[in-house]
T-cell receptor
């Protein structure tokens, strides 16, 4: 158990819908990262938040957005869903996220299926 | 831009045989390199990381990796495979400073251990 929790575990929805994925980092971790894992794209970095502020951006679509709240939990919002958005979404956290050397602790993931 | 190439998306070894998983990286700055393991239906877990100290890095579960700058490689090895090593392994390169960290993962190598 990494100490990172993600809800829900599974999510099935229809094209065009909007969903919210939730992540609680390990106690004391200030950085939260979101990743998308799919068979064709592998593990793709989406976005990083550090202490409530966006710090790094990866291959995140404009239909996707995220935020980190004062209690440090984070939410990833996916809108206008398409079939291709079906994937496993991971949240990870680290103590700071600075310098590039931090170990990231991964949650169990949310499996999103878009029908 | 940083990138990682993992040679061989599937590797099969016999129980007790040497495990060698290959990773080559590209980075414009001295890299921070990681190996993560993902067991079925779980998130990623750190095996080991290189942060410019010793070039031979020892990790958990008997794994180690050697950083070779001249070959831009960071191959993962284990002298004797165990059935419990069957999993997917990801090599990653990281860059960052301050509260910023961006990790690029390789496509992953699925390790099968044959009894």
């Amino acid at each position: 158990d990494s100490g990172v929790t993600q809800t829900p575990k599974h999510l099935i929805t229809a094209t065009g819908q909007r969903v919210t994925l939730r992540c609680s980092p390990r106690s004391g971790d200030l950085s939260v990262y979101w990743y998308q894992q799919s068979l064709d794209q592998g593990l793709q970095f989406l976005i990083q938040y550090y202490n409530g502020e966006e710090r790094a951006k990866g291959n995140i679509l404009e239909r996707f957005s995220a935020q980190q709240f004062p209690d440090l939990h984070s939410e990833l919002n996916l809108s206008s869903l398409e079939l291709g958005d079906s994937a496993l979404y991971f949240c990870a956290s680290s103590v700071e996220g600075g310098g590039g050397v931090d170990e990231q602790f991964f949650g169990p993931g949310t499996r999103l299926t878009v029908l | 831009a940083q990138s990682v190439t993992q040679l061989g998306s599937h590797v099969s070894v016999s129980e007790g045989a040497l495990v060698l998983l290959r990773c080559n990286y590209s980075s414009s700055v001295p890299p921070y390199l990681f190996w993560y393991v993902q067991y079925p239906n779980q998130g990623l877990q750190l095996l080991l990381k290189y942060t410019s100290a010793a070039t031979l890095v020892k990790g958990i579960n008997g794994f180690e990796a050697e950083f070779k700058k001249s070959e831009t490689s960071f191959h993962l090895t284990k002298p004797s495979a165990h059935m419990s090593d069957a999993a997917e392994y990801f090599c990653a390169v990281s860059e960052g400073s301050g509260g910023y960290q961006k990790v690029t993962f390789g496509i992953g190598t699925k390790l099968q251990v044959i009894p």
